[in-house]
Structure formats: structure tokens, C-alpha cells
């Protein structure tokens, strides 16, 4: 065993020792926060950070940059519990959900929600190191994160306001580069929300018929048989949005270059949702990945 292995290992065994409790549930909590499965970060991040660079012409102030990759994070990671305490009594009925935490007793409701508090205060504090109108957008994206989780009992288009959260750090990135946001910027949001309406459908056909059988409600019941028909027109109007903020902000080749790329990987994607099978219509759902990372990469070079 190395030094830095038998370090390491001392260090979790006086950890488990002085915090036993802590220790014990660990590995729950970081299920719960999907810190394991950080996907939902990535997702998150690319159009938040696109949008930094781009307020920022290629040059965020490090600060900020540091913020934004910790304040995604921890976001993301109370989403997760809030949206785990929402769905404790739904969960258990779905085969791909069934083993979360709370599914299976490893945590109460009262501890996810704990977390949601901790990793929500955690990114507020965050905030208050930029500016009033970054402060008062967090208020607004705390509260949306807050309610996504129940939207699904209310309304076929929880996909819709997921949408909403998943923009709001675009809105936060301008205002705490500059102090404002201007018009071109709305034009990214709306894409986003577009984009978020893609693949959070093609994550909810994942679970379509359980969905169906205890009553849940998603676009992906709601589009039915027109499913792939309806993201694909989504697909095509988020290219197009893309393409219009490119221009409006004033984006060169090489970001319209990379947009071509991510419409041939939403192109792909249409390939893998063909026949509707679960494991296709998720990795049609991870594939999306890509598509934000091959857009980043395509405002990072054009700022070169």
C-alpha cells in the first residue's frame, strides 16, 4: 500500500470512528444527492458556464468561474433531494428508482429534506459573493428548484418547468459577470428550456408505463405516440434558437461549426429512441452530454 492509500485509510477510519452516525449513511446521502451519477450536473453546467464565457467574451473573473462549477454542483445536488422527498412514495414503485435511499428506508424524508436545506444555504452563500441582482435571481431559482419536484401531480409539462430551473444559472451568469442581462441572453434560456424539454422527455419515456400505472404525469405520457415526432420539432427549434443567439451575440465559425455537430447528435439520438425500449431511450437521454459539451467546446474556441 502507497503512503497516500494507507493516509487515506487512516483518515476514514477516524472518521468513522469519531462520526459513526455520519459514516454509517454517507453512502445514502451521496445517492440521494446522484453525486455518484453526475450527469444531472454536467447538464446543468454546460449551457451555465456557455453562458459565463460568453458574458465574459472568453475571460470569466476566476471567482466567479469558481462559484459557478461549486454553486452548480451543490444545486444540482439539493435538486436531487428535494425532487427524492417529493417522490418517497413513488419511487418504490418504479424498477429504475426503487433502490434510491429513501425507497428503501436508508434515509428519511426529514434527513433528504435536511440535505436540501444544507446544499441550498451552501449555494446561497455562494451567491452572496456576487452581486444584488444575482442574489435576488438565486431567490427565484431556489424556489423553482423547490417546486419542480411536485409539478408532476399538477401537470403534464413538469419537463417544462425543469426547464426553467436548468436556465436560471444562465440569467445568474450574466448578471454576476456584468451586472445585467441583455436581451441575446433570454434567447439562450429559451433554448435551454427547449433542450431541457428533449431530454428529460426522452429520460421520462424511460419510465413511461410506471409512470402511467400510479398516476404521474410527464410529456412523455402526454406526447403518446407523437413522441418522437414532437422532440424532434423540439430539436430543430432549440438548433434554431441556438443559431439566432449565436448571431445575436455575435459568435464566430467555429461555435456554429459545433452547433452543426450537436444537431448530428440529436439526429443520433432520434436513431435510439426509434423503437421506444427503455435502455435505448436512456442512453438517448445520456448522449445529451455530449451535445451541451461539443456546444461549449465551440464558444470556448471562439473566444480563442
Not at 5 to 30: D, V
Not at 44 to 69: C, K, V
Not at 281 to 287: K, P
Request: aromatic share 12%; with cysteine; hydrophobic share 55%.
Amino acid at each position: 500500500m502507497s503512503k497516500a492509500a494507507a493516509l487515506w485509510t487512516e483518515i476514514e477510519k477516524r472518521f468513522q470512528t469519531r462520526f459513526p452516525i455520519i459514516s454509517a449513511k454517507l453512502p445514502a446521502y451521496i445517492e440521494l444527492t446522484r453525486f455518484d451519477r453526475p450527469i444531472g450536473i454536467l447538464l446543468l453546467l454546460w449551457p451555465t458556464i456557455g453562458a459565463l464565457w460568453i458574458a465574459s467574451e472568453g475571460f470569466p473573473d476566476l471567482d466567479l468561474l469558481i462559484i459557478f462549477l461549486l454553486g452548480t454542483t451543490v444545486m444540482r445536488a439539493g435538486g436531487c433531494a428535494i425532487n427524492d422527498f417529493a417522490d418517497y412514495q413513488i419511487d418504490g414503485h418504479v424498477q429504475r428508482t426503487k433502490g434510491r435511499p429513501l425507497a428503501r428506508g436508508a434515509l428519511t424524508r426529514q434527513e433528504a429534506l435536511g440535505c436540501f436545506v444544507f446544499f441550498s444555504l451552501l449555494g446561497f452563500g455562494l451567491v452572496l459573493l456576487t452581486n444584488s441582482m444575482t442574489i435576488q435571481l438565486a431567490f427565484a431559482a431556489v424556489g423553482v428548484v423547490a417546486v419542480y419536484p411536485f409539478m408532476k401531480r399538477f401537470t403534464s409539462l413538469p419537463q417544462l418547468v425543469l426547464g426553467i430551473a436548468f436556465s436560471m444559472g444562465i440569467l445568474m451568469a450574466f448578471s454576476a459577470q456584468n451586472a445585467t442581462v441583455p436581451m441575446a441572453a433570454f434567447l439562450l434560456v429559451l433554448a435551454n428550456v427547449l433542450w431541457t424539454m428533449v431530454f428529460d422527455t426522452e429520460y421520462a419515456m424511460v419510465d413511461r408505463e410506471y409512470d402511467k400505472k400510479i398516476g404521474v404525469k410527464s410529456t412523455a405520457i402526454l406526447f403518446g405516440e407523437a413522441d418522437r415526432l414532437i422532440i424532434g420539432v423540439l430539436q430543430i427549434l432549440f438548433v434554431a434558437v441556438m443559431w439566432l443567439a449565436g448571431w445575436r451575440l455575435g459568435l464566430g465559425i467555429a461555435f456554429f461549426g459545433t452547433l452543426l455537430v450537436a444537431a448530428g447528435l440529436l439526429v443520433w439520438q432520434q436513431v435510439l429512441i426509434r423503437d421506444r425500449s427503455p435502455d435505448n431511450c436512456f442512453r438517448a437521454f445520456l448522449n445529451n452530454n455530449r451535445v451541451g459539451a461539443v456546444i461549449f467546446l465551440g464558444i470556448f474556441i471562439n473566444y480563442l
